[in-house]
């Protein structure tokens, strides 16, 4: 049975996103973590419970409905925001700038950096100060402004860029008063879930993480993190990547 080693004893943890695909994965990779107490899995549907994951569900996220969760969850040691969007029945992520379309932009946006920093807003406070935190936001590579050569994709890229500013942002105003935690956005590499699934067709499997895989993955990055690491995005094997 793993640990997350540097953090102390009977943490409790929270997920966010818990019925998506690697989001699910870490609720359980977490409730299989020696010394974590307790998972709080926030989902919008409701996720099966054990002894060690207490399932919330959460329709809809908006400052009320985060304000009475935080008020409802103990000190938090590691929150993780799983949340993210690319594509649904109605639309794809854009190939050439003709298809962008404000309503697209927005819902897109809403989901990958709106949502995530409301979440970081209300459950910033709730991590513990007198040891170490971690509030982890799941980004992108695509995210990386320096690493855009191919082009594309305009409403997620743009996202996961602003999502990584409010990450940097959260974390030079959250270091000010606790001084044991780090946020930080994390790349889960490329994986098996159905934000993926209409994007596979040309990849070599071995390219394609489990998402047990990537949970484990991403977890040995929060279990390395410093204070000193907080603002930056980190790719599942703790490369950093760069703005
Ligand atoms: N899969 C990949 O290859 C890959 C690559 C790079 C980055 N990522 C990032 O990793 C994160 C997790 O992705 P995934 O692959 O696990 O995707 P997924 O299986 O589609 O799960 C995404 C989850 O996000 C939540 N969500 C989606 N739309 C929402 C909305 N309108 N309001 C509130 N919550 C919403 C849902 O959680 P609930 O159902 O629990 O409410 C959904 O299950 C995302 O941020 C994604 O951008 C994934």
Known sequence: MPRLEGFGDD?????????????EALVQSLAETRNVNRVYAV?????????????????????QTLRDLASRLPNLDVVICAIGLLHDDTFGPEKNRSQITM?????IFEVNAFLPTLIAKHMLPKLRKDRKGVFAALSARVGSISDNRL??????RGSKAALNMMIKTLAIEHGR????????GLHPGTVDTPLSKPFQ??????????PDFSASRLLDVVEKVSPQDSGKIFAWDGEEILP
């Open 201 to 210: 067709t040309n990849m070599a499997k071995a390219n394609l993480f489990s």
């Open 151 to 156: 082009g594309g994709w305009y409403s997620y």
């Open 103 to 107: 309503q697209n932009m927005q819902k």
């Open 43 to 63: 989902s919008r549907t409701i996720c099966e419970a054990s002894q060690f994951i207490h399932p919330i569900g959460c329709p809809e996220y908006s400052d």
């Open 177 to 184: 008063s606790f001084k044991h935690s780090a946020v930080i």
């Open 11 to 23: 943490l409790n943890v929270a997920v966010f996103g818990a019925s998506g695909g690697i989001g």
